[in-house]
């Protein structure tokens, strides 16, 4: 699925494992985030900038 952000190609949600699948511009692999709600996916989704919503995100997994 598409979403508005320059760093962000596409992402994806799979409902039943609660994984988050984020593919980046300037990256090769596509990224996996485990037990991610689907209201955070879909708030990334629907966002002005995806990059608001995947920052906490990213940093709470680190």
Request: with cysteine.
């Amino acid at each position: 699925m598409d979403v508005y952000s320059t760093a962000i190609r596409k992402v994806g949600y799979d409902a039943p494992t609660m994984q988050m699948y984020i593919d980046f511009e300037e990256s090769a692999p596509i990224y996996t985030f485990c037990r991610v709600p689907e209201r955070i996916f879909r708030e990334l989704v629907s966002a002005p900038s995806a990059g608001l919503i995947l920052s906490p995100i990213h940093k709470r997994s680190l």
